[in-house]
């Protein structure tokens, strides 16, 4: 069965520190998606970016960058200089060609200090 | 603007009574998806609908009923049969009929027994 693994509950940074959240996936599939979403106080998921299982590019979005490596079935999420906006629940999301259902990660709650 | 609309923000269910969970999205979007999201967990699936008139069951769906009338709503009943329904709930939509598109969440409703 798939699995999302974001094994750090709780991050805390101070502002312009660079952090990277971890998300660890199983699967056997070998077409899938994976998904970044962030959660700020106010409740509603914030896509971020998809990637799919055939496509290893890192990409780079602003101070957002994402390194997908099938090899350690990771797809890690680095903040660079962050800031006290950043400062939300961060979900890993996996989409398996032979389901209908994205299976989310516990997510990781990350504080920005200024 | 385009996007999902969830109502009411908070609720309150007393011992027995059924509630309604009211969602409305107006993107044009074929599927839509039902959430629970308890403290330190990551998203559960309570039902999903790909297309008007048929929806499935998600993995915690016991307890809770929906229906999709119309391509644009899909509300959710809790009803007295969820013996613990304290919880976020969120609402979803995205395009296509399949879960490998990114999904537009609303801004979710806070269930609180009385």
């Known amino acids: 069965a798939q699995k999302v693994t974001q094994a750090q509950t709780e991050i805390s940074v101070v502002e312009k520190e660079d952090v990277t959240l971890d998300c660890v996936y199983e699967?056997?599939?070998?077409?899938?998606?994976l998904f970044w979403y962030k959660q700020p106080p106010s409740g509603e998921l914030v896509f971020l970016i998809r990637?799919?299982?055939?496509?290893?590019q890192n990409e780079i979005s602003g101070r957002y960058s994402w390194n997908f490596q099938k090899s350690t079935s990771s797809f890690n999420f680095t903040i660079t200089a962050s800031q006290v906006v950043d400062s939300a629940v961060y979900f890993c999301?996996?989409?398996?060609?032979?389901?209908?259902?994205?299976?989310f990660g516990a997510g990781t709650r990350l504080f920005v200090k200024a | 603007d385009g996007g999902i609309t969830q109502s009411p923000k908070y609720l309150f269910r007393k011992e027995g009574q059924n509630v309604t969970l009211s969602c409305e999205q107006n993107l044009n979007h074929d599927a839509m998806y039902w959430y629970r999201q308890d403290p330190g967990q990551g998203l559960r699936l309570i039902y999903y609908s790909q297309i008007v008139n048929d929806f499935q069951k998600g993995d915690i769906a016991e307890g809770y009923s929906v229906s999709r009338e119309k391509k644009e709503s899909f509300p959710l009943t809790v009803t007295s049969a969820q013996k613990n329904p304290t919880a976020f709930y969120l609402c979803a939509s995205s395009t296509g009929q399949l879960s490998n598109q990114p999904q537009h969440f609303g801004d979710g409703t806070r269930l609180s027994i009385l």
């Open positions: 990637r799919n299982s055939f496509d290893e």
């Open positions: 999301a996996y989409y398996g060609s032979g389901g209908f259902k994205t299976i």
């Open positions: 699967t056997r599939d070998t077409t899938y998606y």
